[in-house]
């Protein structure tokens, strides 16, 4: 009987510690397996194109090259890499950056190990994942004043009152199937919307799409005036 192949990691940190850290921690899992370990993103690059992993943990503040810059790379020049950052509390802005430029997600560097194990098959599956509690912390918008009368940015405000309940459910976390029912619309109709919404935003995909609409939000959920 095949099994399938384990899920090819590159661990991404300027500190070794967390490096063999990491690795220890992932390796005692049958499905994964770390191949490589990079100290900084040029590093990172070279032992992508080298060994072309699976997924990359990417630290984000490193010498050299930091993990938005080789990120934006490997997610440019190697399609099939996934990346996930790991990150501390204080590293909001670099986190933003790195989803923006097409990290699948991103969790914090003390996260438990089957949490991380788990993060890890989502992303390699092609889903996204954020870590619980992050979101805010990497957009971290300003305070509306009250009432709100700023107007929604152009890419929002050529929504439709249906594309705007849609993405308010996608920044709430809603899969597709949830995003249905909650709306009594079938999961094909969620995806049509989802796609032009995506174009509308000029947006990769629904996780950064949640990030910007974020800011936003008390905007989205006012009735639309047609």
């Known amino acids: 009987m095949m099994t399938d192949p384990k899920i090819r990691l590159l661990l991404v940190d300027d500190q070794m510690i967390i490096r063999h850290g990491l690795k220890s921690l992932l390796e005692v899992k049958p499905d994964l397996e770390v191949v490589g370990e990079?100290?900084?993103?040029?590093?990172?690059?070279?032992?992508?194109?080298?060994?072309?992993?699976?997924?990359?943990?990417?630290?984000?503040?490193?010498?050299?090259?930091?993990?938005?810059?080789?990120?934006?790379?490997?997610?440019?020049?190697?399609?099939?890499?996934?990346?996930?950052?790991?990150?501390?509390?204080?590293?909001?802005?670099?986190?933003?950056?790195?989803?923006?430029?097409?990290?699948?997600?991103?969790?914090?560097?003390d996260t438990h190990s089957d949490d991380l194990a788990n993060a890890i098959r989502a992303i390699h599956k092609g889903y996204t994942h954020l870590g619980p509690g992050l979101i805010e912390k990497a957009i971290a918008p300003t305070p509306l004043p009250e009432p709100v009368s700023a107007p929604l940015p152009p890419e929002l405000a050529g929504l439709t009152a249906r594309e705007r309940e849609v993405l308010s459910l996608i920044v709430a976390g809603a899969s597709n199937r949830e995003i249905g029912e909650t709306l009594y619309i079938s999961e094909r109709t969620v995806k049509n919307h989802i796609t032009h919404i995506l174009k509308q935003m000029n947006v990769r995909d629904r996780t950064q799409a949640a990030l910007v609409a974020s800011a936003f939000l008390p905007l989205l959920e006012q009735p639309r005036l047609e």
């Open 38 to 109: 990079a100290e900084d993103g040029q590093q990172a690059i070279a032992q992508v194109a080298a060994l072309q992993p699976d997924v990359v943990l990417m630290d984000v503040r490193m010498p050299v090259m930091d993990g938005v810059a080789a990120t934006r790379q490997i997610c440019q020049q190697f399609g099939q890499t996934k990346v996930l950052v790991l990150t501390t509390f204080d590293d909001d802005e670099y986190v933003s950056q790195a989803i923006r430029v097409g990290a699948r997600g991103y969790l914090l560097k």
